[in-house]
């Protein structure tokens, strides 16, 4: 009976890489997937993407991929390549080796597993690498998903969240993220898949490893002050394992301020990092 991990969303983060590898050494698993977004949000993108491919582990594309290459081949509006909400994106692509682009532009958006052909990797969803599958997710969506792979398991990443839903056609399981986790938990997350006689069991696993290791990595780097407003809300997102970036960019719409980083102590003034999204949009909308 095949065990499989499944690791993603490492996001540029090599310490939490490193303690996930040390754990996976010890899982005893036939089979270890990488369910897209190395780089992005990060700033040792290329370094991920070295040690990734010295392993040979399989894995799929992330939307984080698809970023990095557009501003890598400047395909994308022109307004990107100046303004301060791109900062850290165009510092993060000029970061990626030639190698890496040519490794992050070949992989494939879907894969199943080699131990076990049940079992389906997407970075997202099966439709798009970003559309994301979480807790929120009604069964009928799920399934439907489901019916559109060939196995029984599908496996995804992209929101930062874990999630393991048994349904009447098969099982979907959210990895979580390995760099960049959206529970509130600041440990390395992934998971492990295991057939056994009685079906499919799934075990969330979480690794500590120094975060201050990686916020000293924003600094040295020069990422923190190069990269702008983005920057400064991917280390609150680091720190407190909760979206930043997103929820800012949305209220800086609806406020009608600029994205940027003189505007970041009002928009945390409005924010409140115990509200599910949901909430959170609905008091944005009393602001139109």
């Not at 990797?121 to 979480?134: F, Q």
């Amino acid at each position: 009976m095949p065990r499989i991990a499944v690791i993603s969303d490492v996001h540029g983060n090599v310490p939490a890489l490193e303690a996930a590898l040390a754990d996976l050494a010890g899982a005893g698993v036939d089979e270890i997937l990488v369910g897209g977004d190395l780089v992005g949000r990060g700033p040792q993108g290329s370094e991920v993407v070295r040690r990734i491919r010295a392993t040979g582990y399989r894995g799929v594309r992330g939307n984080h991929e698809d970023y990095l290459l557009g501003f890598r081949k400047e395909d994308v509006p022109k307004a990107w390549l100046h303004q301060e909400e791109w900062a850290a994106s165009r510092w993060m692509a000029a970061e990626l080796s030639d190698e890496d682009v040519a490794y992050i532009a070949a992989l494939p958006f879907a894969l199943t597993a080699e131990s076990d052909p049940e079992v389906c990797l997407v970075h997202g969803s099966p439709r798009s690498n970003m559309e994301g599958l979480g807790p929120w997710s009604d069964d009928d969506e799920l399934e439907h998903h489901v019916d559109h792979v060939e196995g029984e398991v599908l496996v995804c990443a992209h929101t930062h969240r874990p999630l393991v839903r048994r349904l009447r056609n098969g099982l979907v399981v959210n990895v979580g993220a390995v760099g960049l986790p959206f529970n509130r938990d600041r440990r390395a997350q992934y998971a492990i898949l295991e057939r056994t006689g009685h079906g499919w069991e799934v075990e969330l696993r979480q690794i500590d490893y120094s975060v201050s290791a990686v916020l000293e990595i924003y600094e040295n780097t020069g990422f923190l002050t190069q990269g702008g407003v983005t920057a400064q809300l991917l280390r609150l997102e680091l720190e407190n394992a909760a979206p930043f970036l997103v929820p800012f960019i949305k209220w800086a719409e609806v406020a009608e301020v600029p994205v940027a980083s003189s505007e970041i102590d009002t928009f945390l003034d409005f924010y409140d990092l115990g509200e599910s999204m949901g909430s959170f949009m609905q008091r944005l909308q009393k602001l139109r």
